[in-house]
């Protein structure tokens, strides 16, 4: 069911996915929801700005959707 959702993140970038590994490695499963979110966001901003965002809210361990929507 989870690897579904990160085939899909993975196409973003990898920066992308090691973020959502990790964020539901921390959150468990009430992270399958903030995948859903991430993906909705990939449709509507750029690549790049989704992995710059991934790749600061990682270093932070911020596994928060609202993070990524900040940043």
Same mark, same amino acid.
């Given at each position: 069911?989870?690897?579904?959702?990160?085939? #899909?993140?993975? +196409?973003?970038?990898?920066? &992308?996915?090691?973020?959502?590994? %990790?964020?539901?490695? !921390?959150?468990?499963?009430?992270?399958?929801?903030?995948?859903?979110?991430? #993906?909705?966001? +990939?449709?509507?901003?750029? &690549?790049?700005?989704?992995?710059? %965002?991934?790749?600061? !809210?990682?270093?932070?361990?911020?596994?928060?959707?609202?993070?990524?929507?900040?940043?």
């Amino acid at each position: 069911m989870i690897a579904d959702p990160y085939r #899909k993140l993975a +196409a973003i970038g990898p920066k &992308t996915r090691q973020w959502a590994e %990790a964020m539901i490695q !921390a959150r468990g499963v009430e992270g399958v929801r903030v995948l859903v979110g991430l #993906k909705a966001l +990939a449709g509507k901003h750029a &690549t790049e700005t989704l992995e710059n %965002a991934c790749e600061t !809210a990682l270093s932070h361990a911020a596994y928060r959707l609202r993070t990524i929507r900040q940043l």
